[in-house]
């Protein structure tokens, strides 16, 4: 099919940054793009009918590391500081 209807997985390396330009980056495009993104993450891990930890335990490794990245420049100052 045409290159913009593939999904990135099946985007050969050289074919990446035409694949890039034909993306839609106005706001209603990356809200769709993340829209869908978490339906797919839905429909994958959380509604299915024999689930197991893996769709709550990625979300929370997820914020564990957004947390992590938020906090960074705050555990960096005190990373070498001696508390007795």
């Known amino acids: 099919g045409p290159l ?18 034909t993306c839609n980056f ?20 959380i509604h299915v009918r024999r689930g197991g930890p893996a769709g709550i335990s990625m979300l929370l490794a997820g914020y564990c590391l957004l947390s ?7 555990f960096k100052r005190h990373r070498w500081r001696k508390y007795h």
């Open 4 to 21: 913009s209807e593939r999904p990135l997985m099946e985007v050969r390396l050289g074919e990446l940054h035409t694949w890039i330009s």
């Open 26 to 45: 106005s706001p209603q495009g990356l809200l769709g793009a993340v829209q869908k993104a978490w339906s797919s993450y839905c429909a994958k891990y």
């Open 68 to 74: 992590y990245g938020w906090n960074y420049q705050h």
